[in-house]
């Protein structure tokens, strides 16, 4: 891995792939550094942003001296999210993996998914390590507009829609959990780490 800082306040961890990004991330968030307010995964990078008297040296350093380990699987909370299956691709998706549509929605609800990392939208997160027939790539033409809640497929990852808006995703059902909330704190139900299974509803 690859350690730089980040302006003054923070330092950027440069990886491989997703899987490394997912075990510096379980690491830091098991046993915090000192110095470092916030952690943020992404696909191939982690940001640590640090507190007021974080030194980013130090920090740095403390990072080039970690060997996380492959995360292992029932180590993160998880939660449960109710989906209705029926989305509005799910006959591409099926035609697209060579299953049957009965045999997408077992798939997507037969194994936990993991956040690796939040973006594109407050609250939307980054879901890993569903079954891996249900790889599908992204629509020809984005949508301009995904009603919040859709639960949708693109390459190796699943999502949630948090609110309406533009996408390119595969819709394969909708939810009516509430995934972004700023009333609740946190405000995003997802969050890096966190393991989740969908649910027929």
């Given at each position: 891995m690859?350690?730089?800082?980040c302006?003054?306040?923070?330092v950027?961890?440069e990886?491989a792939d997703?899987?490394e990004?997912?075990a510096?991330n379980?690491?830091l968030?098991?046993?915090?550094l000192p110095?470092?307010?916030?952690v943020?995964?992404?696909?191939r ?11 980013p040296?130090?920090?740095?350093a ?5 060997r996380p ?7 993160a909370?998880?939660?449960g999210?109710?989906?209705q ?7 591409d ?10 045999e997408?929605?077992a798939a997507?609800t037969g ?5 690796a ?5 407050p609250?939307?997160?980054y ?5 891996p027939r249900?790889?599908?790539p992204r629509?020809?033409e ?13 390459g ?8 309406s808006?533009p ?5 394969l059902?909708?939810t009516?959990?509430?995934i972004?909330?700023?009333?609740r ?5 997802l ?5 989740l299974r969908?649910?027929?509803?």
């Amino acid at each position: 891995m690859q350690v730089l800082t980040c302006g003054d306040s923070g330092v950027l961890v440069e990886v491989a792939d997703l899987d490394e990004v997912l075990a510096l991330n379980a690491a830091l968030t098991a046993d915090p550094l000192p110095g470092v307010s916030d952690v943020v995964p992404a696909a191939r990078t982690v940001l640590l942003r640090l507190a007021e008297d974080g030194d980013p040296a130090a920090v740095a350093a403390a990072v080039r001296r970690l060997r996380p380990r492959t995360v292992r699987a029932g180590t993160a909370e998880e939660v449960g999210i109710d989906v209705q299956y029926g989305g509005a691709d799910l006959a591409d998706i099926a035609a697209h993996t060579g299953l049957s549509q009965r045999e997408v929605v077992a798939a997507h609800t037969g194994t936990a998914w993991t956040v690796a990392f939040c973006g594109f939208a407050p609250g939307f997160g980054y879901l890993v390590g569903g079954d891996p027939r249900l790889d599908v790539p992204r629509r020809a033409e984005a949508r301009t507009r995904v009603p919040a809640g859709a639960v949708a497929l693109a390459g190796r990852f699943t999502g949630v829609y948090p609110r309406s808006s533009p996408g390119g995703w595969q819709l394969l059902g909708h939810t009516d959990a509430v995934i972004w909330d700023l009333e609740r704190d946190p405000p995003g139900l997802l969050r890096p780490g966190l393991r989740l299974r969908f649910r027929e509803a």
